[in-house]
């Protein structure tokens, strides 16, 4: 399935980052560099679906993804991607994929792929709770998000909207971005997915952390698993509402969900992660 092309130093942002390069018997990939010196998990989930979508019949889009991540990747050596289909039906296509470096497995992803077919169709509308693009000032560097001019960051542009209906007692903890990629995403569906992986796994821990902000002691967080739904091989055009909320934290575990909607109100895909989320335990002793 050769949608995507190898990339070399000089391609544009999603050719450098959403690709990965053929060797004997796997892919290499790169993570960009991050301020924590780790491999971003949103290109791993990236490059796994690229990896993938080379031993799958060109006909059949990436419909899910799910990712353990095992260890943290380190930014100065190349990832290696091994993909090997697990299963191949008449539909879906079903392939494995594990990311490792020379100190172990990073990661590994099932990463699914399925041929369009006829069915009747129903999808939940955007909510009407975030102020639009044009009303939503640019989002700010660091902390929840990647900061300016970073690799993570750089291939798109960010709105943060403000909460136009008021939140009730007991909600889940909640946070929104309005996303725009700041080159053009191919629109084949392999491209389209990997850009959404990319963005996906933007500000999903920290949101689990709004709740805590106020308590004392360093946080620590890191992502566990992630997985991504899509449900239309849609172009990543314009601006598109990336809705996320925190339901539930406890045990130093945290669960996060989000959803994308284009510009249109259309549900395109959703994710969720879970997050180890912890801060030091204050001491009572005297």
């Known amino acids: 399935m050769a949608m995507m092309q ?20 796997h892919r290499i990939g790169y993570g960009p560099r991050t301020e924590a010196g780790w491999v971003f998990g949103g290109s791993l989930l990236s490059q796994a679906i690229a990896s993938a979508a080379h031993i799958v019949e060109e006909q059949r889009h990436p419909h899910a993804l799910q990712m353990s991540f095992l260890r943290a990747g380190r930014v100065d050596e190349p990832i290696r991607y091994r993909s090997n289909a ?85 909600e889940a903890a909640r946070g929104a971005l309005w996303i725009r990629p700041a080159e053009r995403v191919p629109d084949d569906p392999v491209s389209v997915a990997a850009t959404l992986a990319w963005v996906s796994d933007f500000a999903m821990t920290h949101v689990a952390d709004m709740k805590h902000r106020h308590l004392p002691g360093t946080r620590m967080m890191t992502s ?32 996060s969900f989000a959803k994308f909607y284009d510009q249109d109100g259309r549900l395109v895909a ?4 879970q997050s180890l989320l912890r801060r030091p335990v204050p001491s009572h002793e005297p």
Do not use: C
């Not at 809705?243 to 669960?255: G, Q």
């Not at 959703?270 to 992660?273: E, L, M, R, S, V």
């Open 86 to 170: 697990l299963l191949s039906s008449r539909r879906f296509t079903s392939v494995r994929v594990d990311a490792e470096q020379a100190h172990g497995m990073v990661a590994t992803a099932t990463v699914g792929f399925h041929s369009d077919e006829p069915s009747p169709e129903h999808s939940e509308g955007m909510p009407p709770d975030w102020t639009g693009p044009d009303d939503s000032p640019p989002a700010p560097s660091g902390g929840a998000l990647p900061t300016l001019g970073s690799e993570v960051r750089n291939g798109f542009e960010l709105r943060q909207p403000r909460r136009i209906t008021p939140s009730r007692a007991g």
């Open 224 to 255: 566990l698993n992630h997985a991504l739904w899509l449900y239309r091989p849609a172009t990543f055009e314009g601006w598109h509402l990336y809705d996320v909320s925190s339901p539930v934290a406890r045990d130093a575990l945290a669960m």
């Open 6 to 25: 190898d990339a070399a130093s000089d391609d544009p942002w999603h050719l450098r980052w959403l690709t990965t390069r053929a060797e004997k018997d």
């Open 270 to 273: 959703t994710a969720a992660q």
